[in-house]
């Protein structure tokens, strides 16, 4: 499977972004999928992360209420929805599938395909 982010740019603190990620290639369709950031200096952070059937969505507490995540089954991507981006919310940002069902999907290590991620800057 290959997966290919997009939508990142640069706003003003209070606006919105939504990221894209398309999945493609043999097990596209499969498992779930998740978004993690990394910003400067700092580790890759859990984000959010959303079950395969879709049912199921995970939210670090920094971005609860801020943002959704939602898939669209017919052309298999994960879509990251962000409103009132804050400057902390610059970040690289990542999203990731894993290779089994029933993991818990907030652990960066249970990913092993990643895509190339996309730049997220807030500007203040």
């Known amino acids: 499977v290959q997966l290919q982010a997009s939508g990142g740019g640069l706003v003003q603190a209070g606006e919105s972004l939504t990221l894209s990620c398309a999945a493609s290639?043999?097990?596209?369709?499969?498992?779930?999928t998740g978004w993690f950031r990394q910003a400067p200096g700092k580790e890759r952070e859990f984000v959010s992360a959303?079950?395969?059937?879709?049912?199921?969505?995970y939210y670090a507490d920094s971005v609860k209420g801020r943002f959704t995540i939602s898939r669209d089954s017919a052309d298999n991507t994960v879509y990251l929805q962000m409103n009132n981006l804050k400057p902390e919310d610059t970040a690289v940002y990542y999203c990731?599938?894993?290779?089994?069902?029933?993991?818990?999907?907030?652990?960066?290590?249970?990913?092993?395909?990643w895509g190339q991620g996309t730049l997220v800057t807030v500007s203040s």
């Open positions: 990731g599938k894993p290779k089994a069902y029933g993991i818990d999907l907030t652990q960066e290590s249970v990913y092993s395909v």
């Open positions: 290639g043999r097990d596209s369709s499969k498992y779930g």
């Open positions: 959303t079950t395969w059937s879709g049912k199921n969505s």
